[in-house]
């Protein structure tokens, strides 16, 4: 470990070989889809799945349009330069700069089928800037509290936890139906060179082309993270480290309230061609502490940056390890197919067979693109994603594939077949999107693991077929109008609604949702699951 930190401070402060830079582009899917028409070019080289994005010169067009979309240079006044045009502070200098924003997200709904007035309530912050060429910083923070529809808020009872957010501080119902939470995003960002992005803090990553990932997206909370992205030719290799907690299983150790583990992610995605990309992809999550209160620490083996090798290597600790393969292909200029392919159990046996002791395994294929019928701003996505029971789970419930018992890929977690398209075009200031989800899975009975919920231990002698269980059958439409405000921070009015009907042998749970409001920020809330 220290003389991993060596090099890195050696590299960081001895090298100057060509201009860097650190800035990276805070992920959502809203956010992302709008580079497609950049980023999907077949006169672009760009690695396109690996988030977020590093600021580059083939993204830096489009990022200024999307960032000063509907700005009207020729209004002078401050009050209407800082409403619709500007950050709150925003500071320009050769030596650095610096922006900051108060961000809120203030809405009200109703979910016409449990009969509840939802409603959300957040203030939040954020503040970034870079030193030079080669750092950038980013932090924002949020306080929020919020009644949800009810299948939304029937997963956070059930877990304590707001999807993709943090722990709910009402868990116990002191006020019966709200929501409480926050949680902060921090992160540093350093190029010592053009070719390495050294990245330190509290954030997500997401890897793939598609809406969702099989390998790892930004459903979980955000995790402390170590994250090194390096590019060479036409080869990008991202090694990182995390730190993942688990709040429903006892701890062992006195450190903080939830029992922690160990991650370790690595990378590689090679463009074979400004067409044709491939990549690979293995994980390892490794628990602090075992059942018996024997606590490891971090294990020297998973800084290794030789791909796969924390996998091969002999570890100190029992672990969870994944192994997973992307493609892309730009069938048309703008437009790409891609693929994941995961392995979990890892056996020389056949990979696809219905016993637990082969290759559990999930399989994603899309195809996604701008400008469709020739219409600029017009982008889409339409994705199959599959996945059998007991992936992602482990014989112990902490090397799950999990952060707070949330999935680190698929919000169904496993054992599930599941399509998804979305369109979303935009006109000015004006956003439509239009999204569609079908799904078939097998839920748990009261006294099986049929494999879904990917935080409970792998159970043995079982079988693996996908639906499984109690087979139900998930149908979901959202749609969504918004009006841009200031494109700085994504301040915009939106109206949305939804439609959810979960169908199964024990009968049929439907929301209709309609909600409005005032919001802000890039950041990603999922209610498609």
Request: net charge positive; glycine share 8%.
């Given at each position: 470990?220290?003389?991993?930190?060596?090099?890195?401070?050696?590299?960081?402060?001895?090298?100057?070989?060509?201009?860097a830079?650190?800035?990276?582009?805070?992920?959502?899917?809203?956010?992302?889809?709008?580079?497609?028409?950049?980023?999907?070019?077949?006169?672009s080289?760009?690695?396109?799945?690996?988030?977020?994005?590093?600021?580059d010169s083939?993204?830096r067009?489009?990022?200024?349009?999307?960032?000063?979309r509907?700005v009207?240079?020729?209004?002078?006044a401050?009050?209407?330069?800082?409403?619709?045009?500007?950050?709150?502070f925003?500071?320009?200098?050769?030596?650095?700069t610096?922006?900051?924003?108060?961000?809120?997200?203030?809405?009200?709904?109703?979910?016409?089928?449990?009969?509840?007035?939802?409603?959300?309530?957040t203030r939040?912050?954020?503040f970034?800037g870079?030193?030079?060429?080669?750092?950038?910083?980013?932090?924002?923070?949020?306080?929020?509290s919020?009644?949800?529809?009810?299948?939304?808020?029937?997963v956070?009872?059930?877990?304590?936890?707001?999807?993709g957010?943090?722990?709910?501080?009402?868990?116990?119902?002191?006020?019966?139906g709200l929501t409480?939470?926050?949680?902060v995003?921090?992160?540093?960002?350093?190029?010592?060179?053009k070719?390495?992005?050294?990245?330190l803090?509290?954030?997500?990553?997401?890897?793939?082309?598609?809406?969702?990932?099989?390998?790892?997206?930004d459903?979980?909370?955000?995790?402390?993270?170590l994250r090194?992205?390096?590019?060479?030719?036409?080869v990008?290799?991202?090694?990182?480290?995390?730190y993942?907690?688990?709040?429903?299983?006892?701890k062992?150790d006195?450190?903080?309230?939830?029992?922690?583990?160990?991650?370790a992610?690595?990378?590689?995605?090679?463009?074979?061609?400004?067409?044709l990309?491939l990549?690979?992809?293995?994980?390892?999550i490794?628990?602090?502490?075992?059942?018996n209160g024997?606590f490891?620490?971090?294990?020297?083996?998973?800084?290794?940056?030789?791909?796969?090798?924390?996998?091969?290597g002999?570890?100190?600790?029992?672990?969870n390890?994944?192994?997973?393969?992307?493609g892309?292909?730009k069938?048309?200029?703008k437009?790409?197919v891609?693929a994941?392919?995961?392995?979990?159990?890892?056996?020389?046996g056949?990979?696809?067979?219905?016993?637990?002791s082969d290759?559990a395994?999930g399989?994603?294929?899309?195809?996604r693109?701008?400008?469709?019928?020739?219409?600029?701003?017009?982008?889409?996505?339409?994705?199959?994603?599959t996945?059998?029971?007991?992936?992602?789970?482990?014989?112990?419930?902490?090397?799950?594939?999990?952060?707070?018992?949330?999935?680190?890929?698929?919000?169904?977690?496993a054992?599930?077949?599941?399509?998804i398209?979305i369109?979303?075009?935009?006109?000015?200031?004006?956003?439509f999107m239009g999204?569609?989800?079908y799904?078939?899975?097998?839920?748990?009975?009261?006294?099986?693991?049929?494999?879904?919920?990917?935080?409970?231990?792998?159970?043995?002698?079982?079988?693996?077929?996908?639906?499984q269980g109690?087979t139900?059958?998930?149908?979901?439409?959202e749609?969504?109008?918004s009006?841009?405000?200031?494109?700085?921070?994504?301040?915009?009015?939106?109206?949305?609604g939804?439609?959810?009907?979960?169908?199964?042998?024990?009968?049929?749970?439907?929301t209709?949702?309609?909600?409005?409001?005032?919001?802000s920020?890039?950041?990603?809330?999922?209610?498609?699951?």
């Amino acid at each position: 470990m220290k003389k991993l930190i060596l090099l890195l401070v050696i590299i960081a402060f001895s090298v100057n070989l060509s201009k860097a830079q650190a800035v990276y582009i805070p992920y959502s899917y809203q956010l992302d889809q709008k580079f497609n028409s950049s980023v999907y070019s077949t006169n672009s080289s760009i690695h396109t799945s690996l988030k977020p994005f590093l600021l580059d010169s083939t993204l830096r067009p489009t990022y200024n349009a999307i960032m000063n979309r509907g700005v009207d240079t020729n209004r002078k006044a401050w009050a209407w330069r800082k409403l619709f045009n500007e950050h709150l502070f925003d500071v320009k200098t050769k030596e650095y700069t610096f922006y900051g924003d108060y961000l809120t997200d203030f809405g009200y709904g109703r979910d016409f089928s449990d009969k509840i007035t939802t409603n959300i309530n957040t203030r939040g912050f954020q503040f970034g800037g870079t030193v030079g060429d080669k750092f950038f910083f980013y932090t924002s923070g949020f306080e929020n509290s919020g009644k949800f529809a009810g299948y939304y808020k029937d997963v956070v009872t059930r877990y304590g936890f707001v999807p993709g957010q943090a722990y709910d501080r009402n868990y116990n119902g002191k006020t019966p139906g709200l929501t409480d939470w926050s949680y902060v995003t921090a992160i540093m960002s350093y190029s010592p060179i053009k070719q390495l992005n050294i990245t330190l803090g509290t954030d997500k990553t997401f890897i793939g082309d598609g809406y969702r990932s099989l390998l790892l997206s930004d459903y979980s909370a955000n995790y402390p993270l170590l994250r090194l992205t390096a590019n060479v030719g036409k080869v990008q290799y991202m090694m990182m480290w995390a730190y993942l907690e688990d709040m429903q299983l006892p701890k062992f150790d006195t450190f903080g309230s939830n029992r922690r583990k160990w991650a370790a992610f690595h990378y590689l995605d090679w463009n074979v061609t400004n067409k044709l990309s491939l990549g690979f992809f293995n994980a390892l999550i490794a628990q602090e502490a075992d059942d018996n209160g024997k606590f490891h620490g971090f294990d020297a083996n998973y800084i290794n940056p030789v791909f796969f090798a924390s996998s091969l290597g002999p570890s100190s600790q029992p672990d969870n390890v994944l192994v997973g393969f992307t493609g892309k292909y730009k069938i048309f200029d703008k437009t790409a197919v891609y693929a994941q392919l995961l392995l979990d159990n890892i056996k020389t046996g056949d990979a696809f067979s219905g016993s637990l002791s082969d290759n559990a395994n999930g399989f994603q294929v899309g195809i996604r693109g701008a400008d469709l019928f020739k219409v600029e701003g017009f982008n889409y996505l339409f994705e199959y994603n599959t996945v059998k029971p007991y992936t992602y789970s482990s014989p112990q419930a902490i090397t799950s594939y999990t952060d707070y018992s949330q999935p680190l890929a698929d919000p169904i977690g496993a054992n599930f077949r599941e399509f998804i398209g979305i369109l979303n075009y935009t006109y000015g200031r004006f956003d439509f999107m239009g999204q569609v989800n079908y799904a078939k899975y097998g839920l748990n009975s009261a006294i099986m693991n049929y494999g879904k919920d990917v935080a409970l231990p792998t159970p043995s002698n079982t079988t693996t077929n996908i639906g499984q269980g109690i087979t139900t059958s998930l149908y979901y439409t959202e749609g969504t109008v918004s009006y841009l405000i200031n494109p700085k921070y994504n301040m915009r009015f939106e109206l949305g609604g939804l439609v959810r009907n979960e169908k199964n042998d024990l009968g049929t749970r439907k929301t209709t949702q309609i909600t409005f409001g005032i919001r802000s920020t890039f950041r990603s809330m999922y209610h498609d699951f």
